[in-house]
């Protein structure tokens, strides 16, 4: 882990032991930044000092599956389905005694908060997300895309196979590299960055939630009937009244929408920020000065907005 994430600390929130990194002071806003795959709370290594200097408390847990967080039950599913990661979040914050955060994150992280967003808004106050409205569905996933785009999710159906499950849990680092690579392709990053982020995978539930999370998407695998409910309403493309802004990479080489087609989704207070400079993917980390400036922008819009004051639950 980055010296600048100072020590890890571990919080029993829900069925997990979370490992996170807390910095800041402690009665300031929280803002929760949430990872993505095949990465790391390495990812904000710079976001975070930034954001802590500017007077923010700030949370980066590792997810389900990766770093030191861990099952509290040797028994049950290690599921990776999208609804079970904001509950986890949601945990997390209970278990902090934080009511309301800023949510803000990329790739899955970014959907995680997106999620917070659209069904948990009283828990929110301000919502970042990179590439922008990525809650999906298994029905919408079912759908076929053209090739071009197929290709691009060529991992996805290869972990839908034993063969790729168990080239994935023996080519972790391999994998990771490779995908850094085409999602990022201007991003130079060294091997001390590299080899951070990866011994987070040698948890030993990663490659079951990684697998399970993209089974789950295209319908091979189940999830947890508990969360059925909050599927079906992710399954109805919620709209996003928690102010809100949507970042992209100008060289974003990962599969992600067009800004135009999430942009009716968002209902409230909303800016969309492209960053150029040949920043893929991985944003927080590619171009930490322009995230964090993000969540500066997103607390005072909700600010403005009167957002911080207690909001209805659309629950």
Same mark, same amino acid.
């Given at each position: 882990?980055?010296?600048a994430?100072g020590?890890? @600390?571990? #919080?029993?929130?829900g069925?997990l032991?979370?490992?996170? +990194?807390?910095?800041? /002071?402690?009665?300031?806003? *929280?803002v !929760?930044?949430?990872?993505?795959w095949?990465?790391?709370?390495?990812?904000y290594?710079e976001?975070?000092?930034?954001?802590?200097?500017?007077?923010?408390?700030?949370?980066?847990?590792h997810?389900?599956?990766?770093?030191?967080?861990?099952?509290?039950?040797?028994?049950?599913?290690?599921?990776?389905?999208?609804?079970?990661?904001a509950?986890?979040?949601?945990?997390?914050?209970?278990?902090?005694g934080?009511?309301r955060?800023i949510?803000?994150g990329f790739?899955?992280g970014?959907?995680?908060?997106?999620?917070?967003?659209?069904?948990?808004?009283?828990?929110c106050c301000?919502h @970042?997300? #990179?590439?922008?409205y990525l809650?999906?569905?298994?029905? +919408?996933n079912?759908? /076929?895309?053209i090739?071009? *785009?197929? !290709?691009?999710?060529w991992?996805?159906?290869?972990?839908s196979?034993?063969?790729?499950?168990?080239?994935?849990?023996?080519?972790?680092?391999?994998f990771a590299?490779l995908?850094w690579?085409?999602?990022?392709?201007?991003?130079?990053?060294?091997?001390?960055t590299?080899?951070?982020?990866?011994a987070?995978?040698?948890?030993?539930?990663?490659?079951?939630?990684?697998?399970?999370?993209?089974?789950?998407?295209?319908?091979?695998?189940?999830g947890e009937?508990k969360?059925?409910?909050?599927?079906?309403r992710?399954?109805?493309?919620?709209?996003?009244?928690?102010?809100?802004?949507?970042l992209?990479?100008?060289?974003?080489?990962?599969?992600?929408?067009? +800004?135009?087609?999430?942009?009716?989704?968002f209902?409230?207070?909303?800016?969309?920020?492209i960053?150029?400079g040949?920043?893929?993917h991985n944003?927080?980390q590619?171009?930490?000065?322009?995230f964090a400036?993000?969540?500066?922008g997103?607390?005072?819009?909700?600010?403005?907005a009167?957002?911080h004051?207690?909001v209805p639950?659309?629950?």
């Amino acid at each position: 882990m980055s010296e600048a994430l100072g020590p890890m @600390v571990q #919080v029993t929130a829900g069925d997990l032991d979370v490992g996170l +990194a807390d910095i800041g /002071p402690s009665d300031a806003q *929280a803002v !929760l930044l949430l990872h993505g795959w095949p990465y790391d709370i390495n990812s904000y290594a710079e976001v975070a000092p930034m954001l802590a200097d500017a007077g923010f408390r700030v949370l980066v847990p590792h997810l389900r599956g990766y770093g030191t967080t861990r099952f509290r039950s040797e028994e049950g599913m290690r599921n990776g389905q999208q609804s079970v990661f904001a509950f986890d979040a949601i945990a997390l914050l209970d278990s902090l005694g934080i009511s309301r955060a800023i949510v803000a994150g990329f790739d899955w992280g970014a959907r995680t908060a997106s999620i917070l967003a659209a069904l948990w808004p009283e828990r929110c106050c301000g919502h @970042v997300a #990179v590439s922008g409205y990525l809650i999906g569905s298994q029905a +919408a996933n079912a759908a /076929p895309l053209i090739p071009a *785009a197929e !290709l691009a999710w060529w991992y996805q159906f290869y972990f839908s196979t034993e063969r790729g499950r168990l080239g994935y849990d023996r080519y972790r680092k391999e994998f990771a590299r490779l995908i850094w690579q085409t999602a990022s392709p201007l991003w130079n990053f060294d091997d001390a960055t590299f080899d951070r982020t990866t011994a987070s995978f040698d948890n030993p539930d990663h490659v079951d939630i990684v697998i399970h999370n993209y089974r789950w998407r295209l319908g091979l695998a189940d999830g947890e009937a508990k969360y059925d409910d909050v599927e079906r309403r992710l399954a109805q493309r919620p709209t996003i009244a928690v102010p809100t802004v949507t970042l992209e990479g100008d060289s974003n080489g990962a599969p992600h929408p067009d +800004a135009s087609a999430y942009r009716p989704l968002f209902v409230g207070a909303y800016e969309h920020r492209i960053i150029t400079g040949g920043i893929g993917h991985n944003l927080p980390q590619e171009a930490p000065r322009a995230f964090a400036d993000a969540v500066i922008g997103v607390d005072r819009a909700a600010i403005k907005a009167g957002w911080h004051a207690e909001v209805p639950s659309v629950r």
